[in-house]
């Protein structure tokens, strides 16, 4: 039986060169689950982040990520959003020209469209319109409420010229709009202060309270996101595999004993 979203031997190296960053990494999460993987700096946090969506800088040798039972490796970037998935970056882009409430919407288009032309033989029906405008508008206003951010934010240039809290912020409304069934948030606590911090995560549980079903994975180094999102499980990766999985009290023992004692003896010597 598969998980709803499943790793397996999950091999990456660097497209350019031979580095293998990820050495045969397996994780399962179910629907309505929260996860959080945490690992020391260059462990392949990242690196896992950008392969499940399609970054084509990492190159994956070995190996199948599998969501509601099709491997997203045969998917386009944008496929595997449209599938329901969504990941939030440790260091997202800046699109200038681009606003915000524009990025969103056409974003939301794109999967109305799409998931038209599926049902359609692969056509857009003509006669599928985008969000209409009222609707967005108020979807909008309502998760730039649950962010308390100002309506202002809408209008300013996608990341460009951002606070570290701002673009987290501004990560955590796309998850708002675009409602996926699996969520991947990579270090979403760096760069923010504490009341940033609690901010994005209350609106991440509260995306999780309107559905339950909803996946999520939070990719940390710190313990601290992990008092305010709370996962029920808790993986340890260390050199691009996961030496150890536990519930919420491994990230308090490793909050304090560190990750030294789940490395190789060769590696601390
Ligand atoms: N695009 C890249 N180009 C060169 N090296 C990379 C790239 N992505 C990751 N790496 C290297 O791979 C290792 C793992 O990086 P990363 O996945 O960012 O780790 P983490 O997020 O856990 O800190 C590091 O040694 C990093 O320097
Ligand atoms: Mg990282």
Sequence with gaps: MNAWFEIRNLHVKLAEGDREILKGLNLSVNEGEIHAIMGPNGSGKSTLAYTIAGHPAYEVTEGEILFKGENILEMEPDERSRAGLFLAFQYPVAIPGVTVANF?????NARIKAEAAARNGGVVPHDVKGI????????????????????????????????????????????AMLKPEMAILDETDSGLDIDALRIVSEGVNLLHQQNPRMGVLVITHYQRLLNYIKPQFVHVLIDGRIVESGGPELALHLEEKGYDWLKEPEATA
């Design 104 to 108: 969103l919407r056409t974003a939301i």
């Design 132 to 175: 209409p405008i009222p609707v967005f508008t108020r979807q909008l206003r309502e998760a730039l409420e649950m962010l308390k951010v100002d309506n202002s934010f809408a209008a300013r240039y996608l990341n460009d010229g951002f606070s570290g809290g701002e673009k987290k912020r501004a990560e955590i409304l796309q998850m």
